[in-house]
């Protein structure tokens, strides 16, 4: 089993849609999670973190995590075809380093 | 603006040939990173770094090597490189702490013919 899993995709949604992008993780005390936007040929960039149960909102983005259900969301809400990406999610290593553990990504396509 | 610099973008060069990929950054960071992506993969990490001097082999296995003489500098080398080197190679680094952003460089294609 992979420390972080994504579906791969991609995740066609209409623009003006509610996108929904889903990762699961294996270690059960995990305690930070990331999100990661990667466009086509470009480097990752950071949207959003989180650290406690519940929901974390950043305009358009909402993080969700369930640490019970080990599981982390991320919703966009009014998909615009600019946020047609690969979306990382990353959750941080407890101990040592404490480097970040990346899943495979998932690709959104976000149709006008 | 992250500033993080990697030299050359893109290279392509023929097997046997020995290459150094350059990494800066001037934000002073500590931790520093070298991932290697294929495709449509997942980020792999090859190499980090806690500081001077300080240098660890990542979760992936990769004949590179790195060295850190200076903060702002973590170059890669491959002393030989063949095909199967063929890859993007992203570095970053990071202030530590709880944040946990990684801040990127543009990447440097490698094609190894």
């Known amino acids: 089993q992979k420390e972080v899993e994504q579906n791969s995709g991609p995740l066609s949604v209409p623009e003006g849609a509610i996108a929904s992008l889903n990762c699961t993780y294996s270690d059960r005390g995990s305690q930070s999670f990331f999100w990661y936007r990667q466009y086509s040929g470009k480097s990752p960039e950071l949207i959003m973190f989180i650290y406690s149960n519940g929901d974390k909102e950043d305009g358009r983005f909402t993080a969700q995590l369930n640490k019970a259900s080990q599981y982390v969301s991320l919703l966009i809400r009014d998909s615009q075809p600019s946020d047609s990406a690969t979306y990382l999610c990353?959750?941080?290593?407890?101990?040592?380093?404490?480097?970040?553990?990346f899943g495979t990504g998932t690709r959104l396509l976000v149709s006008p | 603006e992250a500033d993080i610099y990697q030299t050359p973008r893109y290279l392509v060069i023929g097997t046997g040939k020995k290459i150094t990929l350059e990494c800066s950054q001037t934000?002073?960071?500590?931790?520093m990173y070298w991932y290697q992506q294929d495709p449509g993969m997942e980020l792999h990490l090859i190499h980090y770094s806690y500081g001077v001097n300080s240098t660890e082999k990542g979760d992936l296995s990769s004949e590179s090597t790195v060295s850190r003489i200076r903060t702002e500098h973590f170059p890669l080398t491959l002393e030989s490189a063949r095909p199967s080197h063929t890859s993007q190679y992203l570095c970053?680094?990071?202030?530590?702490?709880?944040?946990?952003?990684?801040?990127f460089g543009e990447g440097s294609r490698l094609t190894v013919l």
């Open positions: 934000m002073g960071h500590d931790k």
């Open positions: 990353a959750v941080k290593e407890r101990a040592g380093f404490q480097k970040l553990v």
């Open positions: 970053a680094s990071s202030v530590g702490g709880d944040t946990g952003e990684l801040f």
